[in-house]
């Protein structure tokens, strides 16, 4: 079996097809993952635009960056819950998508920012308020990050308004 009649079985199966179709439940399930989305990107944003000095200067890199934790957990939790609903509610329709294939792509290249810069700028900002500014790779990092989840949520856009080519095989 390839991977594509895979996805058509998943998305086949009861449980996919229940949020599906749902009048109610997949509205919800969408709405509910772009506010997890604002939430989460809008805190990931004021912790890089700190880092970069150009906003919530008065206050320490790290402040900034531990306050707004929990709300980014609360973000992540409700995009990713949410998302993975959505794309097992139609796997079988956005596997073919070039532009869900890259969402996937980027949110892979988050998850690696995220590892590489972990230590050595987001658990270090303690130390960088001591000097009053971000050292250059926290600054790097900063940049990256905000281009990263830009893209991402480009990415996520562009996807429902991809056509396959030929869709009715006329």
């Not at 609903?85 to 294939?101: D, E, G």
Request: charge should be positive; aromatic fraction near 12%; charged fraction near 15%.
């Amino acid at each position: 079996m390839d991977l594509q009649a895979f996805f058509e079985t998943l998305q086949e199966g009861a449980f996919a097809s229940s949020i599906r179709e749902s009048t109610i439940l997949y509205p919800i399930l969408l709405s509910t993952h772009l506010m997890g989305m604002g939430l989460f990107g809008g805190m990931i944003a004021m912790t890089d635009l700190r880092i970069l000095g150009v906003a919530m200067t008065k206050y320490p890199m790290a402040d900034v960056h531990n306050q707004l934790r929990p709300y980014k957990h609360l973000g992540l939790t409700l995009v990713a819950v949410c998302g993975l609903l959505l794309a097992y509610s139609k796997i079988a329709l956005y596997w073919p998508n070039p532009y869900f294939k890259l969402k996937l792509t980027l949110l892979l290249a988050v998850a690696i920012h995220a590892l590489v810069f972990r230590s050595s700028v987001y658990k270090r900002l303690s130390e960088m308020d001591k000097f009053g500014s971000a050292t250059s790779s926290a600054k790097v990092a900063a940049v990256i990050s905000l281009v990263l989840w830009v893209a991402l949520v480009a990415a996520g856009r562009w996807i429902g308004y991809w056509e396959p080519e030929n869709p009715f095989g006329v």
